[in-house]
Nanobody
């Protein structure tokens, strides 16, 4: 059984920063064989892509709306992926989800349908 547990969400003023963490675990789960992604869902809206990182960390991709403000990173020795969020805007308010996809390639994917495992999410609120 694979578990992805997000943490680090909270309430912050617009312009502030938060760092989300996602810890992965599972008896047969090999973190280094999984590309990781962050997605978010605001009330009344569909889930949308935020950022993704390849299984080696060598490739990243970002949604245009967060490019230059958010940074995704990972540490395969710690089975953890992070999302550093700077210059937060009210429109960044959402539940943020961590996701994992098994892959033998070195790419990063922005497509939620390609991810097999999902966390339960952490709330991020940026107030104006």
């Amino acid at each position: 059984q694979v578990q992805l547990v997000e943490s680090g969400g909270g309430l912050v003023q617009a312009g502030g920063s938060l760092r989300l963490s996602c810890a992965a675990s599972g008896r047969t789960f090999t973190f280094a064989m999984h590309a990781m992604g962050w997605f978010r869902q605001a009330p009344g809206k569909e889930r949308e892509f935020v950022a993704a990182i390849s299984r080696t960390g060598g490739a990243t991709v970002y949604a245009d709306s967060v490019k230059g403000r958010f940074t995704i990173s990972r540490d395969n020795a710690k089975n953890t992926v992070w999302l550093q969020m700077n210059s937060l805007k009210p429109e960044d308010t959402a539940v943020y989800f961590c996701a994992a996809r098994y892959t033998r390639t070195v790419g990063a994917s922005m497509y939620s349908s390609e991810y097999e495992y999902w966390g339960r999410g952490t709330q991020v609120t940026a107030s104006s």
